[in-house]
């Protein structure tokens, strides 16, 4: 077995408000092997991005690592040194946003954003940090990208810009790549551009991948496995044929049945999951998912579930209609988090 | 129309059983806006503060005459004399009680104050409004008349319209107002022009309501932090305005107090070395007061705004 | 750009036009007239009738107004009624020092200001916050003759620091480092006085900026926390900032007036107080037209300045 | 189309069958460029450039396209929210830029737009109750206690409570409001609702929600959409027909079921082509992927707007633009059977 | 050190304070005290007053008359121009003809109203160009005549101490009507007094250097600086050592509140003087039409508590508008003494409305003038008469005083040592914005002006004194001294209310410490 790059262990994220704290992320576990991609799912405001922003511990000021670790390498990142961990930002670690059309400082040119990074990381001069950004513009795939490295963001088109991002992120050789939602602001035949692109990127470049989205299109694309989140918690992981062909949480059955798919009969109605996501400050007790489930038992209103595998596989799922067929292996650790 | 009885399957019965405890919870808190903003508003520590405070002030002014030890007019003996039992702040250079002054005074700097700027708030709103919200034409001829307003001699405008108007209270007041609605209403043009785009407004259009109810019930409530903050600075300004207004004999009359004229009438060095109680607690109600509304505006802000409500 | 330059200027004739009629309307209706302030207790009527009739008060207003429209198309401004001197003269020996003033205030107030800004809205309702707002309040609250007095008080009379006032030591070496002296006290008072209100606007404008993704990217880079917001949020937080240039020129211009007096700075401030105790028409209509020459100017060159600091805006 | 609409041809006896509810005639929709010193227009944003289709009572016809293709502007010229610089949009055979501003607010009772965005489509400062109360006495159709009445009622059938009704927008979540934004939109009784992109800015598990409610409404009140999206999936559940548009144009129009089976135009393929498919196994399928961004809608390229991208571009593409053609299924392409790969 | 820091202008170098920025230097046409004051420096007049009524030689070494009628002028033998052309006759003649000529734009047009072959007004009539009565004798003497005889005090004081003349060699060419703005008075430039003109910055300093050939020898003060800032400063200048002294008379006063401050000062003395400026309040007799009433008010008026409370006692409370430095003062009159008793008493025999409402118009500029304001509003409503006070900037003042849009004016006077005040007390004066009109006052104050003999003359004005006093049109408030401080660097000089210009070339500093 290769070394693991990335393993994130009961991983819990908060924030500070006027009440006290909010939990954004309860508990989160998974590892990532070089060159693999694991992809995030999940409804708005699950915590997919809090989960990539606390690997890059990029939190802001309210926001904090409340519980668990999260190793790079071996290195815990939860707990490094600010110092230390502004040299893995960016080098080590990249991360692409949602939104191109912001991400991007409108009052610098695209080289000044890029050349900052290189030099910053890579010790190069000026000229040659330029140098080898228009070497990376040009491997996104940016037209005349001797004239686009002087231009403002504002000049390029929201694909553009995101191919932009890429290649920001691609130019210190990271090993692992955070795309948080990458194609959601794009149109479709942008957004099978520019997932062209990090596809080919990562055969090239071998990088490690964490690419999150609520597109389960876009997940069955890009991912080896995924993890699927609700209300700040993994529920269900495995790796995407599994999961697309069984999946196990009634939350991950709900989402396949409610996508409109394009052989899907016009004439049938949309299954759909009832209800909303409960909000951070009103999460029920129990099974989060209890109160959406058309499965829920007895027991779902009172205890919570772990995520535990499925019959020793790589199938892990946090519900208990699956109780009998999962072993709790991990019941210490469960005890701390109850 | 006859609304029929439309069975929601799926979704009924999602909210007769899964919603359930969403429902009650959220019933239980059915709150109206003001409510909530109150409740908002009294979590600002410093806006309770501003509040109380003002409201102090606001009390002074209205109960001056059961408050005020002494008449604010009357002559003592010693004149520039230091606090002491008889005077709890001495007495001015004319030998009037000080504290009774101030106590008074707080009326008419109060009045100048939020008298000015509601009028110029009003003024500079609605002209904003018009000219963001139609845009073209109007727009052009407002903003033109923006600028000539300007960049007008400000002082010399005012020396003719007291003039014209003999200087009182509700003249300065009138003044003012009628002269510090610029700002606002470029301020309300600017904010106009982008909320006249966003879909709330466009879906009041699509629905058949008139300019005027758009403008003024959905525009305007949805750019007053902006308002509400260039008025609370606004405030400071009318009353200090009002002080050097007293420069050109066209402030407040004498010998009517005002904060602003009990400061300017202590513009002397031997006063500000040695008389310390001629300047520091007129200086200190208008610090007070401004920064007391200024909370209050901060925390009003914060708790009208409806990001901060989710 | 030219073009938008050209075709903002075209736009301000027809502004300038107006603020001429209406304060040349302004001025004349202002009560008491220009003859009897020149004239000492002893004048007889023949000197009043002849002072009136020099000056061309007999004739009606709009009369007056054309001509004065028509001197001013030649580049005159006329003479002032007091001094007898050409207004352009009198104007143009205090529009340096007034610059100079101005210029060094606001400077001020920009040094002051940006720094505390950037703190306040960095550490948002922390108790930094709090007492830097209150300062600002306190920058507002306190008028400019008090604290002019004071600084006098403090630096000049116990610190001997630096002269009372004036622009120049009299009979002295002159020189920069001499008007140095004088200028700094006076552009202090002021400047503290707009960086009350400026830090005010770097703070909200700074705040406002600290939300957007772009810092979010910058951080991501492995930027240091203080590059993220002196180079990548402030740069964006200026172009609101610049606006308020544009707000404080035509307010310093009218505003100096005290902090001119006290310090005996020779600024236009003085000589606008000067010309309307004296109901000097002619310098009156000339420091309007100059005033509104200023406000619109400034507005211009906040527009063109908000295109130098944010790539996005193009003028055409 | 038939099929679908004779429920409401039954329904409806008084209007002639077959007639269509919207004509939208060589609508045009040009957004100045302004510059110069008199700012002179030197330019047109050409957002809609001549589109022609009618949507039948009952039925639902969808505008698909990428992003800044004229979807929105071509659905909020129809409610007269951005009223055509040429062509004409008739409501049951009247003319709406025919209509005097009176006439325009009556007629607006008829025609309602849903908006993309839950979040700015509602006023965060007004309650509920009063957002869905508000139309109703705007235009005196109740008093103020009918009015809320109906708001309560309007509230249950979109699957809301009408305890609900004194909250604010913020109070929901993004599909409570879209809902509360259907309900607004019902409120004064319709014919027809624009419907811009309504589920896009919804998660997945709510998207579905939406989508049955409006159909379910669509039966129940014979209402007819115009439903605008960039997601195929959706458009493909809800609508009867389908309209492709690319660069302000329509390149093809037809039945919902002949555009999925059978697409003629190549910007269509591409589109169905790129849309990632919720299935690992489908990964390594043959994808066509068009380079290129659309082009500048000031600057059209000439000959067929979308040559500059087209896989099979041929040198006629270049000078000569196709008209839509064909019976019941239309395509603008040279080519509308050439296969790609 | 103190002052070291101030001023670099070594010990030749004198910075006198002032208050009021001089206008211009149109010695025929400046308006105001300062500007005349700066003048004085610049042009000798014929004389000097060093004291009440005593006048010492200055640019003339005689100003004579035997009949009272006609005055003969003798000029200083080797008075001199700065640009080294003497002073003549002809240069005095020019001037004179210049202020009489309608086309010049004068302010002192006034002081030759009294000569003979001019109009009431002084001046010459149309066509003609030179004054018959006035007559060149020689280089250096000059004659001129009255229309009547009058009391030569009066001509000394007018012609002899306020009239400067110019250099006819340098402005003859100037057409009349283009004299007011001819650049020679923005920057004299051929003048014959004690100090030249080197540049006035305006609001902030006018320097002046010593005339090295002045005829009355050259000056010990190399430089002279007048400085011009506001009254507040003042005494933080005299403290730091930027300033020699204040100019006092009206256009240099320290204000009254920072006496005991300026007395306590190390490097200074102080001195105080009485002078013949006054405070007035004005009745609008065609409003207040009441005597009685005006006297009531004045009852009730507690005009020492003024003196001593506003003025730290440096002033006086006198009835009239002469001081007690004029000679002219009737001290038998028995004036009249705060008594608000009385004046309710005179108020309620005299029918007064207590519910009318007293309209008192202040001018602004001057504080002790407001803060006195509000002491008479309490006053007048202690005795039960309403009042309500209202500000207004100089101009509106005049204004309103002319139009009599007022009940009770507030207005500082200062005129002349020489009795004669038409201008504020006969029926057609320019200052009566009181409307009172007695034509006894009129015939005895055409008398008092007309009038030689000054013992004559006393009785005269004392007899109107008394008049006054019963009509009571406008009362004295108070006359306030004039305080001055004087650097203990200043060897010789200090502020004077009369002569101040006299020994200037005397005038000496110590070296800085
Ligand atoms: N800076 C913050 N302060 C407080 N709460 C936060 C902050 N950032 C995120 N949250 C909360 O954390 C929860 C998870 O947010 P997150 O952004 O991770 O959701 P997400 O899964 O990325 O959703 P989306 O698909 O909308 O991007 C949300 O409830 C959000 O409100
Ligand atoms: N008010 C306007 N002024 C100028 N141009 C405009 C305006 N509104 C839209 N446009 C332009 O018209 C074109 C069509 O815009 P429209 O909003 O209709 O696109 P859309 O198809 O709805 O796109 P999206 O999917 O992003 O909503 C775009 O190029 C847009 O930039
Ligand atoms: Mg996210
Ligand atoms: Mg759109
Ligand atoms: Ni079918």
Not at chain 1, 75 to 104: C, H, W, Y
Not at chain 2, 261 to 270: I, V, Y
Not at chain 5, 381 to 402: E, L, S
Request: with cysteine.
């Amino acid at each position: 077995m290769k070394d693991v790059l990335l393993e994130v262990n009961q991983l819990q994220t908060a924030f500070k408000n006027d009440k006290g704290e909010a939990v954004a992320v309860e508990e989160v576990t998974f590892r990532l092997m070089p060159g693999e991609t694991i992809g995030i799912v999940g409804e708005s405001g699950c915590g997919k991005s809090v989960t990539s922003l606390s690997v890059m511990r990029l939190l802001g000021s309210s926001g904090y690592i409340k519980q668990g670790n999260i190793k790079l390498e071996g290195v815990d990142l939860a707990t490094l040194p600010e110092s230390q961990m502004r040299k893995i930002r960016g080098n080590d670690i990249s991360m692409i946003f949602q939104e191109p059309m912001t991400s991007l400082n409108p009052v610098f040119t695209i080289g000044n954003q890029m050349i900052e990074q290189i030099v910053l990381h890579m010790k190069l001069s000026k000229k040659e940090a330029k140098k080898y950004a228009v070497s990376m513009l040009q491997k996104v795939g940016i037209p005349r990208p001797e004239a686009i490295v002087d231009e403002y963001p504002h000049k390029l088109s929201g694909g553009m810009r995101q191919r932009v991002m890429i290649a920001m992120a691609l130019s210190c050789n990271p090993k692992l790549l955070i795309a948080d939602e990458p194609t959601t602001a794009l149109d479709v035949t942008i957004q099978a551009q520019i997932l062209e692109l990090m596809k080919k990127i990562k055969d090239e470049y071998n990088t490690a991948t964490m690419i999150i989205s609520h597109d389960l299109g876009v997940i069955a694309e890009m991912a080896d496995k995924v993890l699927v989140m609700y209300a700040g918690q993994v529920v269900e992981e495995a790796d995407v044929y599994t999961l697309f062909d069984h999946p196990k949480h009634p939350y991950t059955k709900g989402l396949m049945k409610s996508i409109p798919h394009l052989e899907h009969d016009q004439h049938t109605r949309l299954a759909s999951i009832p209800g909303t996501v409960p909000s951070l400050n009103q999460m029920p007790k129990g099974c989060r998912f209890h109160s959406r489930c058309p499965y829920a038992l007895k027991k779902c209103t009172s205890e919570r579930p772990p995520l535990l595998p499925i019959n020793d596989s790589s199938h892990q799922v946090r519900c208990w209609l699956y109780e009998d067929q999962q072993h709790d292996s991990n019941a210490g650790k469960r005890e701390v988090l109850a | 129309m006859p609304i029929a009885n439309v069975k929601m399957e799926n979704e009924a019965a999602s909210y007769q059983k899964g919603a359930a405890f969403n429902l009650h919870e959220e019933l239980g808190q059915e709150e109206s806006y003001l409510k909530v903003i109150l409740k908002k508003f009294l979590k600002h520590k410093l806006a309770v503060a501003g509040l109380v405070i003002f409201s102090l002030i606001i009390l002074m002014a209205v109960f001056a005459p059961w408050i005020a030890p002494k008449s604010p007019y009357s002559i003592a003996d010693e004149f520039a004399a230091p606090p002491s039992k008889a005077h709890l702040l001495g007495t001015d250079q004319v030998g009037r009680d000080l504290l009774s002054r101030l106590i008074y005074a707080s009326r008419i700097s109060l009045s100048v104050g939020l008298g000015a700027v509601a009028i110029y708030t009003v003024i500079g709103t609605i002209l904003g409004a018009a000219a963001g919200y139609f845009g073209k034409a109007v727009d052009m001829i407002i903003m033109r008349i923006t600028d000539v307003f300007m960049s007008f001699p400000y002082l010399m405008v005012i020396l003719v319209l007291v003039s014209i108007m003999g200087p009182s209270l509700f003249n300065i007041i009138v003044v003012l107002g009628l002269l510090g609605w610029p700002p606002i209403a470029r301020i309300v043009r600017g904010s106009v022009l982008s909320i006249k785009e966003l879909d709330y407004i466009k879906a009041g259009v699509a629905l058949g309501y008139s300019a005027p109810k758009v403008i003024f019930q959905h525009i305007l409530p949805n750019c007053l932090a902006p308002i509400l903050v260039n008025a609370t600075f606004g405030i400071a300004s009318a009353i200090i305005m009002e002080a050097s207004l007293s420069f050109l004999g066209m402030g407040v009359q004498p010998p009517t107090a005002s904060w602003g004229n009990m400061l300017t009438e202590a513009q002397s060095l031997t006063v500000l070395a040695s008389q310390p109680w001629l300047w520091i607690p007129p200086g200190m109600m208008i610090l007070l007061s401004v920064l007391s509304i200024n909370f209050m505006g901060d925390g009003l802000r914060d708790a009208m705004d409806p990001k901060s409500l989710k | 750009m030219f073009q938008y330059i050209v075709r903002r200027l075209l736009i301000a004739v027809p502004v300038l036009f107006g603020v001429t009629i209406f304060s040349f309307f302004i001025v004349n209706l202002a009560p008491g007239n220009p003859v009897e302030m020149q004239l000492n207790p002893d004048a007889t009527a023949a000197d009043i009738a002849l002072k009136k009739e020099a000056l061309g008060l007999n004739d009606p207003i709009y009369v007056q107004y054309i001509r004065w429209l028509e001197n001013l198309v030649r580049g005159d401004f006329g003479f002032s009624y007091s001094t007898h001197e050409p207004v352009m003269g009198l104007i143009g020996e205090r529009l340096i020092p007034t610059i100079m003033l101005m210029g060094t205030a606001l400077l001020i107030a920009y040094l002051i200001a940006i720094p505390i800004g950037i703190i306040s809205a960095t550490k948002q309702y922390s108790w930094v916050d709090y007492l830097t707002t209150s300062f600002s309040f306190l920058g507002i609250s306190i008028p400019h003759f008090f604290l002019g007095l004071g600084a006098i008080y403090v630096f000049a009379i116990i610190f001997h620091l630096v002269p009372t006032g004036g622009m120049n030591t009299l009979g002295g070496p002159g020189g920069f480092a001499d008007t140095f002296s004088h200028l700094i006290l006076p552009a202090l008072v002021l400047g503290t006085g707009i960086a009350g209100n400026m830090v005010r606007y770097v703070r909200s404008s700074l705040l406002e900026i600290l939300g957007h993704d772009f810092l979010r990217t910058a951080r991501a880079k492995g930027l240091k926390e203080f590059i993220v917001v002196n180079k990548h949020a402030l740069r964006n937080a200026l172009i609101p900032i610049i606006t308020i240039i544009g707000i404080d020129i035509p307010l310093l211009i009218g505003g100096a007036v005290v902090t001119e007096q006290i310090f005996q700075w020779p600024g236009l401030g003085q000589l606008t107080i000067q010309s309307i105790s004296s109901r000097d028409y002619p310098t009156l209509m000339a420091l309007n037209f100059i005033a509104a020459i200023t406000v619109l100017s400034s507005n211009l060159i906040t527009d063109i300045l908000y295109s130098v600091a944010d790539p996005r805006i193009k003028y055409h | 189309m038939n099929a679908i609409s004779k429920e409401n041809n039954q329904l409806n006896i008084h209007r002639e069958p077959d007639s269509p509810l919207i004509e939208v005639r060589n609508l045009k929709k040009y957004f100045p460029i302004k510059k110069g010193i008199i700012s002179r227009t030197v330019g047109h944003v050409k957002a809609v450039d001549g589109l022609d289709f009618s949507i039948f009572p009952g039925e639902t016809l969808a505008l698909v396209g990428e992003s800044g293709c004229g979807k929105s502007t071509t659905g909020q010229a129809i409610v007269q929210l951005d009223p055509q610089t040429e062509g004409s949009v008739l409501f049951e055979g009247t003319d709406l830029s025919g209509l005097s501003h009176s006439e325009m607010r009556k007629m607006r009772t008829q025609m309602q737009i849903i908006f993309q965005d839950p979040y700015s489509s509602l006023n965060p400062r007004k309650r509920i109750g009063d957002l869905l109360a508000e139309p109703l006495i705007a235009h005196k159709l109740a008093d103020k206690k009918e009015a809320y009445k109906k708001a309560d009622e309007m509230l249950e059938i979109v699957g809301l409570t009408k305890f609900y009704r004194s909250r604010y927008p913020h109070e929901f979540s993004g599909g409570q409001r879209q809902r509360i934004g259907i309900a607004r939109a019902l409120i004064l009784n319709p014919k027809l609702i624009v419907c811009d992109e309504p589920v896009s800015a919804l998660d997945v598990s709510i998207q579905a929600q939406v989508l049955n409610l409006l159909k379910d409404l669509q039966k129940e009140f014979q209402l007819t959409y115009l439903f605008i999206a960039h997601g195929l999936g959706a458009v493909k559940y809800i609508s009867d027909r389908i309209a492709v548009m690319y660069l302000g144009k329509i390149v093809e129009i037809a039945k919902t079921e002949d555009i999925f089976k059978n697409p003629k135009h190549p910007y269509t393929k591409v589109l169905l082509s790129a849309y990632p498919i919720p299935n690992p196994h489908l990964r390594g399928r043959e994808r066509i992927i068009v380079q290129g961004d659309v082009p500048n809608p000031a600057n059209p390229p000439k000959g067929c707007s979308f040559h500059t991208r087209c896989p099979i571009a041929q040198e006629i593409c270049k000078v000569e633009a196709p008209v839509l053609s064909g019976e019941g299924h239309m395509a603008a392409c040279h080519f509308p059977h050439s296969p790609i790969s | 050190g103190t002052g070291g820091t101030a001023n670099g202008g070594g010990s030749k170098t004198m910075f006198l304070g002032m208050v009021n920025p001089p206008v211009n230097f149109s010695t025929i046409n400046s308006p105001d005290v300062a500007s005349s004051f700066i003048e004085k420096f610049m042009f000798d007049s014929f004389l000097e007053m060093d004291g009440p009524q005593n006048f010492v030689p200055k640019l003339a070494k005689s100003f004579e008359t035997t009949d009272n009628q006609t005055f003969t002028i003798k000029l200083d033998p080797d008075a001199k121009w700065s640009d080294g052309k003497p002073v003549t006759a002809e240069d005095a003649a020019y001037t004179f003809n210049m202020v009489a000529n309608p086309k010049v734009e004068t302010t002192v047009g006034s002081y030759l109203s009294m000569l003979d072959g001019l109009d009431d007004n002084g001046k010459l009539k149309d066509g003609q160009t030179e004054i018959p009565s006035v007559k060149v004798v020689d280089d250096k003497t000059l004659q001129f005549k009255t229309k009547a005889p009058v009391d030569p005090n009066m001509i000394k004081e007018q012609l002899g101490t306020k009239f400067l003349i110019l250099p006819k060699h340098v402005l003859s060419k100037v057409k009349p009507e283009d004299l007011a703005k001819d650049s020679f008075f923005l920057k004299p430039d051929v003048t014959n007094g004690p100090f030249t003109f080197v540049e006035y910055k305006k609001n902030q300093d006018v320097q002046l250097k010593a005339n090295p050939d002045y005829y009355g020898g050259k000056p010990k003060l190399e430089n002279l600086y007048v400085k011009i800032m506001p009254a507040p400063n003042l005494a933080a200048q005299l403290q730091t050592g930027e300033l020699h002294m204040n100019v006092g008379i009206g256009i240099g006063k320290i204000p009254p509140q920072d006496y005991k401050r300026v007395e306590k000062l190390d490097n200074v003395r102080t001195k105080s003087e009485k002078t013949i400026g006054f405070q007035t309040m004005m009745f609008n007799t065609e409003k207040i039409k009441d005597a009685k009433v005006r006297q009531a008010l004045v009852y009730a008026l507690d005009r020492q508590k003024i003196v001593d409370k506003l003025l730290k006692g440096y002033g006086e409370v006198v009835d009239g508008p002469y001081t007690s430095v004029s000679p002219y003062l009737d001290k038998d009159l028995k004036g009249f003494s705060y008594d608000p008793e009385k004046a309710k008493q005179m108020l309620k025999d005299a029918g007064w409305d207590f519910d009318k409402t007293l309209q008192l118009v202040v001018p602004i500029g001057n504080k002790v003038r407001e803060q006195s304001a509000d002491i008479i509003s309490e006053n007048l409503k202690a005795a039960g008469v309403k009042v309500k006070t209202t500000t207004y900037d100089f101009p509106t003042i005049m204004q309103k005083g002319k139009a009599g849009d007022y009940d009770l004016l507030l207005m500082g006077f200062t005129f002349t040592l020489d009795p004669e005040i038409s201008s504020l007390y006969s029926s057609s004066g320019a200052y009566n914005y009181m409307k009172y009109s007695n034509p006894k006052v009129d015939e005895l104050l055409l008398k008092g002006k007309s009038e030689p003999d000054p013992d004559k003359r006393k009785e005269i004005y004392s007899e109107l004194q008394k008049i006054w006093d019963e009509d009571m049109p406008i009362i004295t408030l108070y006359s306030d001294d004039d305080f001055d401080a004087i650097s203990k660097q200043v060897k010789k000089g200090e502020p004077r209310v009369f002569g101040f210009h006299k020994d200037i070339v005397d005038w000496s500093v110590a070296g800085a410490k």
